[in-house]
């Protein structure tokens, strides 16, 4: 049974930086993955995908944020930099379509 585990959210102060990490076991290799996330009284959007023609991130993100995937491992990662009022959101993991509960990351002065 596939499981998808993240960890590293938390509270961050505007401009500041956090790394999202995302654990998969039941995996034995990590073909597409990304992650989303949700604000409150929004629907979940897409922030960052990887495949193994490389990654994609939203508009929003781009510059700020950098996925990397760790197939020996199974892991995927968010490093997210220069953070905003508005990066403040439930994020969610993906790994070849299995989701974890999801992370909270809150970035307020």
């Known amino acids: 049974q596939v499981q998808v585990v993240e960890s590293g959210g938390g509270l961050v102060q505007p401009g500041g930086s956090l790394w999202l990490s995302c654990a998969g076991s039941g995996i034995s290799k990590i073909h597409f993955a990304g992650w989303y996330r949700q604000a409150p009284g929004k629907q979940r959007e897409m922030v960052a995908t990887i495949t193994h023609l490389g990654p994609d991130y939203a508009d929003s993100v781009k510059g700020r944020f950098t996925i990397a995937i760790d197939n020996g491992k199974m892991t995927m990662d968010l490093q997210m930099n220069d953070l905003k009022f508005e990066d403040t959101a439930v994020y969610f993991c993906?790994?070849?379509?299995?989701w974890g509960q999801g992370t909270q990351v809150t970035v307020s002065s």
């Open positions: 993906m790994l070849n379509g299995d």
